[in-house]
């Protein structure tokens, strides 16, 4: 058998020479490496450099090879992984928009074998929810994307935006291709053997910490393969007459993140989902429902194998007791239209937590306008909870944004936490819950 290839993607960033680092640490693990860069990474590393690594041609323009005419093309079949290390906020932005307009990118696009992409760039871009949106949309849709550590950064600032260790980088690169052998999944040489881990990666490989988050550990943690997590998200639509009825403004984002973050962390995932305008997160399970009672339905076998249950609905608390099966009209429906009776919902999470086995994690949300630490504590008493995510709603705030401030409530007291992208949020609490167990 042949060995496995892997494409490596350099972009224009300081971090670029650890590319060499990480081109040799695949190679001592017995992987071919081949090397596509952008115009702006050979600001600051040669491709000559990688050329003597790597004893291949590196691809740089679209039109360099006149022997090739869709390079990208076969550039793409040829490799088995695609890791791109270090990637920028840019070009993340551009994979992530389906955007095409240089070779890597290009290259991305075709690439049906694993993507991996290491980010790298000043805190701040990082942090941006823009970055975090399409870090989240990337990871919703299968690619694994390898947490930049925190330290002291090439700009002056210190913080997050570190390139991942170089190990960590090779050991989920090694990881990629193990699986993707396993699943069939590789693009590239037919049937190539993908290494034991040698030299670098074993120790680094992701799901190596049993305990921490991405946050923690700078890896792609794996910390929770192995477990059931159920998610319940959005609003729940609860019908008036044949067209009309009462809801909120959940967008499900918060839900969706904590999705697709439990999932990046190797859970088995199902989200049960009132009706919002977002994609389904990759490898996740989604069940879709309209109102309260069928949310409830749907959640109860989830809920009954979950290990973890985290509900972020924004359940509507009550619905009208006789919906029309017809449009109700002006005039002639007046009196039942200025009559409209409500009757309480069943509470999804208290009827589900009543019942919850000793060892199961159940986390409740509590969108709160005031008092917001006291109704979190109360809910996390009267809803059976091990943990409430307390946040502020109102005119802008939580439902339809993209970021969050919040506070966590558990037994043991309660802490704050900057404001951050949902997707952040996701991984922290993720890590709270795991801090749990
Ligand atoms: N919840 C639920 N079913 C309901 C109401 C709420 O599962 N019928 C869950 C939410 O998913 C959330 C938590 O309970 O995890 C708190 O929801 P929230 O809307 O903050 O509180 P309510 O229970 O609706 O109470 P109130 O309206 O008094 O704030």
């Known amino acids: 058998m042949s060995e496995p290839c892997v494409l490596v993607g350099v972009t224009g960033c300081i971090a670029a020479y650890k590319s060499c680092e990480v081109v040799r640490g695949l190679q001592k ?3 071919r490496c081949k090397v596509v860069m952008t115009e702006h990474a050979c600001e600051f590393v040669g491709p000559t450099t990688f050329r003597a690594l790597t004893h291949e041609p590196v691809a740089v323009g679209l039109f360099d090879d006149a022997s090739d005419p869709i390079h990208h093309v076969s550039l793409a079949q040829e490799c088995d992984a695609f890791l791109i290390a270090p990637c920028t906020a840019n070009v993340a932005a551009k994979i992530a928009c389906g955007i095409a307009d240089d070779l890597l990118t290009t290259t991305a696009l075709a690439t049906t ?6 980010p790298a760039m000043n805190v701040h871009m990082y942090e941006a929810a823009a970055t975090q949106e399409n ?16 330290g002291y950064l090439a700009c002056g600032d210190v913080g997050r935006g570190r390139l991942a260790d170089v190990d960590v980088i090779v050991g ?3 990881d990629a291709l193990r699986e993707a052998r396993a699943t069939g999944a590789t693009g590239g040489c037919e049937g190539a053997e993908p290494p034991a881990c040698a030299a670098v990666g074993e120790s680094a490989a992701p799901g190596a910490s049993a305990s921490a988050g991405p946050a923690a550990s700078g890896a792609p943690a794996r910390d929770l393969a192995g477990l059931r997590v159920m998610v319940t998200a959005g609003p729940t639509v609860e019908p008036l007459d044949a067209v009309r009825y009462l809801s909120n403004y959940s967008s499900g984002k918060m839900g969706y993140a904590l999705a697709a973050a439990a999932a990046a962390r190797g859970a ?5 989902s009132g009706p919002v305008a977002l994609e389904a997160p990759a490898g996740v399970d989604v069940i879709r429902v309209k109102t309260a009672r069928e949310m409830l339905d ?9 290990d973890i249950a985290v509900f972020t609905a924004a359940v509507a608390d009550f619905r009208p007791a006789r919906p029309a099966d017809r449009k109700l009209k002006k005039g002639a429906d007046d009196a039942a239209l200025r009559a409209v009776e409500l009757v309480e919902n069943p509470d999804v999470l208290a009827t589900l937590a009543r019942e919850k086995r000793a060892d199961q994690r159940v986390v409740g949300f509590a969108a709160e306008t005031d008092d917001v630490l006291g109704n ?22 939580a439902f339809g944004t993209d970021d969050n401030k919040v506070w966590l409530v558990d037994a043991a007291g309660t802490r704050e936490l900057p404001l951050m992208s949902k997707a952040a949020l996701a991984d922290a609490v993720l890590d709270a819950i795991v801090g749990l167990r």
Not at 135 to 150: Q, S, Y
Not at 298 to 306: L, M, N
Not at 383 to 394: F, I, Q, T
């Open 376 to 397: 979190a504590r109360r809910k996390l008493a009267s809803k059976h909870a091990d943990l409430v995510v307390a946040n502020e709603v109102g005119e802008g705030r």
């Open 135 to 150: 870090l989240a949309r990337l990871r919703g849709r299968g690619v694994r994307v390898i947490e930049a550590g925190e």
């Open 29 to 31: 693990a017995g992987v």
């Open 268 to 272: 088995q995932v199902t989200l049960v």
């Open 172 to 174: 989920a690169t090694l």
């Open 298 to 306: 749907a959640a109860r076998a989830p809920f009954a194998g979950a």
């Open 113 to 118: 074998s694993p993507l991996l992409i290491a």
